[in-house]
């Protein structure tokens, strides 16, 4: 009902044929869905979009091979006249992929494991992530097509290498019987509670004093939850944007119900759960692996790997995790990078921006 609902919001939005037609949105919002031939991941849904928006798109042929006609959709959702759009790029990469496709395309019939780190809560004042910077200042997005059409260029910055791998943390979708509700429950605490110690006892490694260490731990545990928070009064004032002192606070709530569970204290668990972290902490890691550069902490893909690119990608408000291949690089999947979410790379001057080739 969830996916019928989002469906027809999306066609809702974009009735008027001038509009750009968002079909990447809803591929990606309908990417849960199952189809017994993995093409109708696209075509099923090319059906139901307004009549002038079909018009761009080539009609259903099912003697294309899919890894064609994922690759064709792809390159007409990003288009190239007027304004290019790279949203798509939220949905692609190595980690989410079993067809033979080029990095930047998405397998649309691989159901992802992580929440993309695309920012869709918007209030009057500032976008939650704005990696190149607010909207009046960022660049415009780039894009160019190789002679390879498996080559996609687009412009930015490659900021930093990752030189660390911390813990993985595993999407866990399926729901215990009710008898063993209180036994998940307490192992998912425990398993929680240790690889968040894990992550903490690696960004020290960043720390070169009690002041920088303090920092330092307070950024990790923002990268925990996504950098965002879920109070009113900071969706309505700051964007949603999780400062230093709430993020401390969700996660003194959460060792304060962890203590309750260990114990076998129930009531006291029950009153000192905290739904925002449980809610902001499994957005944010779900699917995703932690990670150290030189300086920052973050969180990726799994599967991202020690001596991969962090990247800046014009149009894109999230960092991304690139591969070095060939003189060129994988798209690995986007990522939250703690202190590169809000233009900072965009005020870097000693890093120059540069064309980067996407295989």
Not at 5 to 34: N, P, V, Y
Not at 300 to 326: H, M, N, V
Request: net charge negative; aromatic share 8%.
């Amino acid at each position: 009902l969830q996916s019928v609902w989002e469906l027809k919001l999306h066609l809702d939005w974009k009735k008027h044929e001038e509009a750009i037609d968002g079909l990447e949105l809803i591929l990606a919002s309908q990417r849960g869905c199952k189809a017994s031939d993995p093409r109708d991941k696209v075509f099923a849904l090319l059906g139901v979009m307004p009549e002038a928006q079909q018009r761009k798109y080539d009609a259903p042929d099912y003697s294309k091979s899919v890894e064609s006609i994922y690759i064709e959709t792809a390159r007409k959702c990003i288009g190239v006249k007027r304004q290019p759009r790279l949203d798509i790029l939220h949905s692609a990469g190595r980690a989410m992929q079993k067809h033979s496709l080029p990095s930047w395309v998405p397998d649309w019939s691989v159901q992802r494991s992580s929440i993309a780190m695309e920012e869709k809560h918007f209030t009057m004042y500032l976008p939650i992530y704005s990696a190149t910077g607010l909207p009046h200042v960022a660049p415009e997005t780039q894009v160019n097509w190789s002679a390879d059409p498996n080559v996609l260029i687009v412009r930015g910055k490659i900021v930093t290498i990752i030189t660390e791998i911390g813990p993985e943390f595993a999407s866990d979708n399926e729901k215990p019987p009710e008898e063993e509700v209180d036994m998940r429950t307490l192992e998912r605490v425990l398993r929680v509670e240790s690889a968040i110690g894990s992550c903490l006892r690696l960004a020290a490694r960043l720390a070169t004093d009690p002041h920088s260490l303090k920092a330092t731990l307070s950024a990790c545990r923002q990268t925990l939850l996504g950098g965002k928070s879920r109070t009113w009064m900071a969706m309505l004032h700051h964007a949603g944007r999780l400062e230093a002192a709430d993020a401390d606070k969700y996660f003194e709530d959460f060792e304060n119900y962890a203590s309750a569970v260990r114990s076998g204290d129930t009531t006291t668990a029950r009153h000192t759960a905290s739904n925002a972290f449980e809610l902001l902490h499994r957005e944010a890691t779900m699917g995703r692996v932690f990670f150290l550069t030189d300086r920052y902490v973050g969180l990726g893909p799994i599967g991202t790997k020690k001596g991969d690119r962090i990247a800046i990608i014009f149009g894109l408000r999230a960092p991304f995790i690139l591969r070095e291949e060939d003189g060129m690089y994988a798209l690995i999947g986007d990522s939250y990078v703690h202190d590169l979410m809000r233009g900072e790379a965009m005020e870097m001057a000693e890093i120059s921006v540069q064309d980067i080739y996407l295989k």
